[in-house]
Each structure stands twice: as C-alpha cells, then as structure tokens.
C-alpha cells in the first residue's frame, strides 16, 4: 500500500510525511513509516496528547513520538524528549521548564534514522 502525501493541502503536513516516508526507505525503519501513514490520513487519527498524559506514562530519558500536537494541560515533571507535528505555546514552555527536549517529527527523524528506543503515543 502505497502513502500519499498529495491529498494533504497543508504544504509543511506534505513535507512532513514525504521526508519521514524518505527516510524511513532510506533506512529500513517501520516506526517512521507508522507515523507517516497516521499524518496522511484524517485528521481524527492525528493525536492530541497533554502534558499530564506523558508524565504519567513516560520515564526519565525516554524519546516519545506523538504524530499530532502535544497540549499544555498538566504538569511534566520529566526529562523525556518529545517529537510532534506541533507544540501549543503553553505546552513548549512547560517541557522546557522540566529540562525536556521538543523536536518537530523531521528533526528527530534524521537524529534517529532507525527508530530506535522510540516510543510512539496516541
């Protein structure tokens, strides 16, 4: 099956899942692939996770996938590094607070090509 970025209108959505699906090619790793196929399809599959979710279900040091915007309701009390379509303002300056890392999806993909020690949250 085939992952179409074209019906997507949002130019950044559209480079967003042709660069995760590139390098998920380039470098045999399925999780960017997974993510890229949440992001191309409706927006209902898209998540939307708060900050309380995360700190409730993360550990210190964790990398975490969220292929939808991360919101700022809650506290983060962890050093997780978290990578997401987008960030609400409040949710950025929360994290950064607590010590965490905020990287959009294509940034921490070519970080980690391979996916590795990755987890993905809806």
């Given at each position: 099956?085939?992952?179409?970025s074209?019906?997507?209108?949002?130019p950044?959505l559209?480079?967003?899942i042709?660069?995760?699906?590139?390098?998920?090619?380039?470098?045999?790793?399925?999780i960017?692939?997974?993510?890229a196929d949440?992001?191309s399809?409706?927006?209902?599959?898209y998540?939307?996770?708060?900050?309380?979710?995360?700190?409730?279900?993360?550990?210190?040091?964790?990398?975490?996938?969220?292929p939808g915007a991360?919101?700022g309701?809650g506290?983060?009390?962890?050093?997780?590094?978290?990578?997401?379509?987008?960030f609400s303002k409040?949710?950025?300056?929360?994290?950064?607070?607590?010590?965490?890392?905020?990287?959009?999806?294509v940034?921490l993909?070519k970080?980690n090509p391979?996916?590795?020690?990755?987890?993905?949250?809806?």
């Open positions: 099956m085939s992952i179409r074209i019906k997507k209108e949002n950044y559209r480079n967003t042709d660069t995760l699906l590139q390098i998920s090619r380039e470098n045999n790793s399925s960017w692939r997974t993510i949440k992001m399809s409706s927006r209902s599959r998540a939307d996770v708060n900050l309380s979710k995360i700190d409730k279900v993360a550990k210190d040091g964790e990398t975490l996938v969220i991360v919101l309701s506290h983060l009390n962890k050093n997780v590094t978290i990578g997401a379509l987008k409040k949710a950025a300056e929360k994290a950064k607070t607590s010590g965490s890392t905020l990287k959009p999806l940034e993909a970080d391979k996916g590795t020690n990755v987890r993905i949250m809806r």
